[in-house]
């Protein structure tokens, strides 16, 4: 069973940086799984909205894709060795305000990358990340 725990989120100001972390245990080939990270803020969860993509990142490693807020301020990376995938967050906006939660699954795919819910099966509980001005 896929187990992914987060962590790293937490208060900041506007223009801060913060680095979420995600780490799996599971006892599966981390390296045959695509990552991503995506949130949701507090109103989409109270009107059912699904999670919003935020960034991506291959089974290789090789391709990453961010979705046009988090482009220029936001860096994912994975380390296999260490079964982790972070989210390296600068410039952070009050607009960056949600939960962020990271998703795997297991990818044929070397050079895919995921930009949907529905493309993930395991997800973490989600830190809260909350900025303000």
């Known amino acids: 069973q896929v187990h992914l725990e987060e962590s790293g989120g937490g208060l900041a100001q506007a223009g801060d940086s913060l680095r979420l972390s995600c780490v799996a245990s599971g006892g599966f080939d981390f390296d045959e799984y695509r990552l991503g990270w995506f949130r949701q803020t507090t109103e989409s969860k109270r009107w059912g909205k699904e999670r919003e993509f935020v960034a991506g990142i291959s089974r290789s490693g090789q391709t990453t894709a961010y979705a046009a807020s988090a482009k220029g301020r936001f860096t994912i990376s994975r380390d296999d060795r260490k079964m982790t995938v972070y989210l390296e967050m600068n410039d952070l906006q009050i607009k960056d305000t949600a939960t962020y939660y990271c998703?795997?699954?297991?990818?044929?795919?070397?050079?895919?990358?995921?930009?949907?819910?529905?493309?993930?099966?395991?997800w973490g509980e989600g830190p809260d990340v909350t900025v303000s001005s």
């Open positions: 998703g795997a699954r297991s990818s044929d795919l070397g050079t895919y990358v995921a930009m949907t819910p529905v493309e993930y099966a395991f």
